[in-house]
T-cell receptor, first 114, second 107 residues
Framework: KAGVTQTPRYLIKTRGQQVTLSCSPISGHRSVSWYQQTPGQGLQFLFEYFSETQRNKGNFPGRFSGRQFSNSRSEMNVSTLELGDSALYLC?????????????FGPGTRLTVL | KNEVEQSPQNLTAQEGEFITINCSYSVGISALHWLQQHPGGGIVSLFMLSSGKKKHGRLIATINIQEKHSSLHITASHPRDSAVYICAVSRTDKLIFGTGTRLQVFP
């Protein structure tokens, strides 16, 4: 089975722009979670989608949004980028119906905001 | 105080040494995860456990639910074990991560 894939792997944007990141889960997995990793804050939970519905959400401003499609692929969007949004964005998929069984992580998208 | 605390933050070992990384948490959980992150960012899930002990190769993870504590052990460490090891706990609505333990194993 192919693993979790994320595109693009690297991205450079300027302040004020918006960005869309994509995540394709392992085939058959219906849960996709997004995480932000920064040197200062470590790994933080952004949101989780299951069967096209946002099931859980972390403590991030409304500039961070996401969605999930019928094929379980997910996108996250960050609008009005700030310098502090520079981070590694990771997605993870899970096969379980209940939240937070074993997570399979993608390689991440490294976003740099200038 | 962080809800998930790991110790030590940094760990240096010689090849072949037995290594222990500790994780303590202060919240109710449904499961605890041990993750490995290599330079470059990719994260691999090593263990998910809610009780007792699990073993995979040279890695052993234990959890004590009453004491809210888990340990990750690496037997016969090898330079390829060099990575950041992250403890995370599952709650009903999210994963909460520890700050990680950076392990360097020298030949």
């Amino acid at each position: 089975k192919a693993g979790v894939t994320q595109t693009p792997r690297y991205l450079i944007k300027t302040r004020g722009q918006q960005v869309t990141l994509s995540c394709s889960p392992i085939s058959g997995h219906r849960s996709v979670s997004w995480y932000q990793q920064t040197p200062g804050q470590g790994l933080q939970f952004l949101f989780e989608y299951f069967s096209e519905t946002q099931r859980n959400k972390g403590n991030f401003p409304g500039r961070f949004s996401g969605r999930q499609f019928s094929n379980s692929r997910s996108e996250m969007n960050v609008s009005t980028l700030e310098l502090g949004d520079s981070a590694l964005y990771l997605c993870a998929s899970s096969s379980a119906v209940s939240s937070y069984n074993e997570q399979f992580f993608g390689p991440g998208t490294r976003l740099t905001v200038l | 105080k962080n809800e998930v605390e790991q110790s030590p933050q940094n760990l240096t070992a010689q090849e072949g040494e037995f290594i222990t990384i500790n994780c303590s948490y202060s919240v109710g959980i449904s499961a605890l995860h041990w993750l490995q992150q290599h330079p470059g960012g990719g994260i691999v899930s090593l263990f998910m456990l809610s009780s007792g002990k699990k073993k995979h190769g040279r890695l052993i993870a234990t959890i004590n639910i009453q004491e809210k504590h888990s340990s990750l052990h690496i037997t016969a460490s090898h330079p390829r074990d060099s990575a950041v090891y992250i403890c995370a706990v599952s709650r009903t609505d999210k994963l909460i991560f520890g700050t990680g333990t950076r392990l360097q194993v020298f030949p």
